[in-house]
């Protein structure tokens, strides 16, 4: 790696219009350090770019200069590709423009914006899109994996509604993609990640979303068999496209583990009520919040259980049914569970997410199922180990469950090039292709890497 000298920055600072930040500047911690705790990485230099061209010098500065270069948007990837160590951290979270179009339906937003800030904006004209289940999660990393959230049985994947996109290639061009313009490029973006350059704005199409009927019900861990057989019976039973259900196994506030159903119905509020019917009497629930909210709220209402710089673990992988072989596994490692904060998790997808051809887009998991997620979250460096080891083992039990497929905004830093390889499946080699095309010295190789052709 080329030596990274002050004359070379002091000339890239004479143009650019946001902040550079080397190891010795105030703000230098706070901007390197990403969601998950657990990543430690100290970049040679922090480009916090305000626009494209800022974006354009930054890219060019890391290539001729040999620099390693990571891209962060909302800095939430669990493997902490967002930050690199001694390289370039390309920073797009100054970038917060949200412009809305009430009359064409349509919101364009820049690469740092989070699902938080989009949502006040949409929703300030009564729209919304498909986004991630919290709300402090970047729209970039989310929406350029696939994007699974509580409007996509409804609206599909939260890449689904991407309209077009703004790009800076690794050769620090500007290109704008979408069904008519670079349409090979729009495909890849569709589910490729960050792997065809930094994207400066993202344009989706937007749904009409007034109040919606969201909550979670909660039983006692006692019950957790029962609750996963409920929860397998309704999932199973061809849920309408309004209701969106998660399955998991999870901590109240005081510790105490706990079975629950999570649910958002976005339909009209008697519809609501009558498809959340056989949930609300399933049995006796220790805490049930289902009721008529704000979508804003919905986003919201898991947030407290993610904070920043928590101690992050994940492994996931798509299921095609949930077998009462799973479900005691399920149970009986949880049981085992060494964090209050951890919890497995089991995603429904269904509807508008899977009505979408395999080779459609990049992301090609569109059957009925499940991602079955471990969440291994704890505070205390010390407890790493054992945290970590949960969530292996755990992954390993339900591997008899899996099907093929593998969600890529979940990997994790020791899922090597064969997880990349499942998550893109059948679309792999065109996008080995499309990598030659945009970015053939794979510059952007900080993400989920597909290698070049
Ligand atoms: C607490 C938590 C909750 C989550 N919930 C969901 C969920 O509900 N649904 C879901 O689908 N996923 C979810 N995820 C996973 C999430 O989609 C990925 O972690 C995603 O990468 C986060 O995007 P980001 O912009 O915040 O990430 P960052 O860490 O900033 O970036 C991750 C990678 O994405 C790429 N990238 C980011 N921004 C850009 C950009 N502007 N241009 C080019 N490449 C870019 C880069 O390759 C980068 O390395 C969750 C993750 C966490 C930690």
């Not at 040679?44 to 354009?56: H, K, P, S, T």
């Not at 040999?66 to 967002?82: I, P, Q, T």
């Not at 991407?162 to 800076?168: P, Y």
Request: proline content about 4%.
């Amino acid at each position: 790696m080329a030596a990274l000298d002050s004359t070379s920055i002091t000339d890239l600072s004479v143009r650019f219009s946001g902040v550079l930040l080397r190891p010795d500047h105030s703000g230098y911690d706070e901007v390197r350090r990403v969601h998950n705790g657990l990543i430690d990485r100290r970049p040679a230099l922090i480009a916090g770019c305000v626009g494209n061209a800022d974006i354009v010098d930054a890219v060019n500065f890391a290539r001729t200069h040999g620099l390693e270069l990571a891209v962060r948007g909302g800095g939430h990837n669990v493997a902490g590709r967002a930050v690199c160590e001694g390289g370039l951290m390309l920073d797009l979270s100054l970038m917060k423009g949200i412009h809305v179009d009430p009359v064409r339906r349509t919101a364009r937003a820049q690469g740092g914006v989070t699902w938080r800030e989009f949502n006040r904006e949409t929703q300030a004209h009564g729209l919304a899109t498909t986004g991630g289940v919290i709300s402090t999660t970047g729209i970039a990393g989310l929406t350029l994996g696939g994007g699974l959230g509580w409007l996509m049985a409804k609206h599909g994947l939260a890449m689904d509604n991407l309209l077009s996109a703004e790009v800076v290639t690794a050769a620090g061009d500007i290109v704008r993609a979408s069904k008519e313009e670079n349409d090979d490029l729009f495909w890849g973006l569709q589910g490729g990640g960050g792997n065809f350059g930094a994207v400066s704005w993202l344009e989706y199409r937007l749904h009409p979303l007034g109040t919606v009927t969201s909550g979670l019900i909660a039983y006692p861990f006692a019950r957790a068999r029962d609750v996963l057989k409920f929860f397998r019976e309704i999932t199973s039973a061809g849920l309408s496209d309004e209701l969106a259900i998660f399955g998991a196994l999870l901590h109240a506030p005081d510790e105490a583990q706990i079975a629950v159903m999570i649910a958002c119905h976005c339909g009209p509020l008697g519809e609501a009520e009558a498809a959340l019917q056989p949930i609300k009497k399933f049995s006796t629930p220790i805490l049930d919040s289902i009721g008529p909210t704000s979508y804003e709220e919905t986003n919201r209402m898991l947030d407290a259980g993610f904070p920043r710089g928590a101690l992050n673990y994940w492994k996931s992988n798509f299921m095609s049914e949930l077998s009462d072989q799973a479900i005691d596994t399920l149970v009986s490692q949880f049981a085992a569970c060494p964090s209050p904060m951890s919890a497995l998790v089991l995603e429904h997808i269904h509807g508008a997410a899977t009505r979408v051809g395999v080779t459609e887009t990049a992301f090609p998991h569109r059957r009925e199922g499940y991602n079955f997620l471990v969440v291994s979250e704890w505070l205390d460096p010390a407890d790493n180990e054992r945290n970590i080891a949960w969530a292996r083992e755990s992954y390993d039990l339900m591997r008899p469950s899996f099907t093929s497929g593998r969600y890529v905004n979940y990997l994790g830093d020791d899922d090597g090039e064969d997880a990349v390889v499942a998550a893109y499946g059948p679309n792999y080699q065109r996008l080995r292709t499309l990598k030659a095309k945009y970015d053939p010295n794979n510059l952007f190789h900080l993400n989920q890497n597909i290698r070049p052709m």
